[in-house]
């Protein structure tokens, strides 16, 4: 068969259309999922944390109620609490590529022009072909590997949507059983008696506050002076001795 037989064109067409699929798989493969995969990684993350953040306020609020259950309820409290740190872990862990993202060019992209330039040299008629022939190759090389890290960290991630769900599975188990098991009656006594013991506590140990006293009403006037006394006044001049000379002022009789 001669060489005018074969339909190089339709092949060189059938080539460019296969490296433009390839192209548009490896930058899902490396830029969309990859993105997706980190922002799910990122949602389990806060989600756990805010697991732990829940679990650690109920526990600190109810110890008693939680300490004083029974070993299953215990033990539910304790697995959720376990399971979630898991979560929180296995998240920190899945959120970089673990394996890797492998590049089209080996080591760079010079390799296919130098490829190329080889073919020249050839006096190789062919050359177009060979270079779509050759990226095709690298590139679907490369998806395959990023294929790889991404089903890997998808396994992850689905590891701890699984987690996570039984942990909040078993923290409500945990819950009913604590409600089941509580008699809630007696808690709310015991807390009306501690209250009253506390309220008379701080009542001893407050001193009394004396009442107010308040001043007795006054006429707002000014008082008089009084009576000076019940006998007349001693009335002296300047030329005796004050000491010597009396002058009583009786009604009906002259001054002396």
């Known amino acids: 068969m001669n060489e005018i037989d074969y339909n190089y064109k339709e092949y060189e067409k059938s080539l460019e259309r296969i490296l433009n699929l390839t192209e548009k798989d490896y930058w899902v493969q490396y830029v969309d ?3 997706n995969q980190v922002d799910v990684a990122k949602t389990y993350l806060w989600i756990s944390a805010a697991l732990l953040g829940a679990y650690t306020a109920v526990f600190t609020g109810y110890t008693n109620l939680v300490v004083n259950s029974n070993l299953c309820t215990i033990v539910l409290a304790a697995l959720s609490f376990l399971l979630s740190i898991i979560a929180f872990g296995v998240c920190l862990y ?3 590529a673990r394996k890797g993202y492998m590049s089209i060019a080996n080591p760079s992209w010079g390799e296919f022009s130098k490829k190329s330039y080889d073919l020249l040299t050839d006096k190789n008629k062919q050359i177009y072909i060979e270079t779509l022939t050759l990226l095709i190759d690298r590139i679907d090389l490369s998806v395959c590997h990023n294929l790889k890290t991404n089903n890997s960290r998808a396994k992850l991630l689905r590891f701890t949507s699984w987690i996570l769900v039984l942990s909040f599975l078993l923290a409500i188990a945990c819950s009913i059983s604590i409600i089941s098991n509580t008699d809630f009656s007696d808690i ?5 008696k501690e209250n009253i013991m506390e309220n008379e506590n701080t009542t001893a140990d407050t001193p009394s506050t004396p009442a107010p006293q308040v001043a007795p009403e006054k006429p707002n006037v000014t008082p008089p002076a009084g009576p000076i006394g019940s006998l007349p006044p001693n009335y ?3 030329g005796l001795d004050p000491s010597k000379v009396t002058v009583r002022v009786t009604e009906g009789q002259d001054k002396k």
């Open 188 to 192: 709310k006594t015991k807390t009306m």
């Open 94 to 96: 899945s959120i970089p």
């Open 33 to 35: 999922i990859n993105r």
């Open 236 to 238: 002296t001049t300047h």
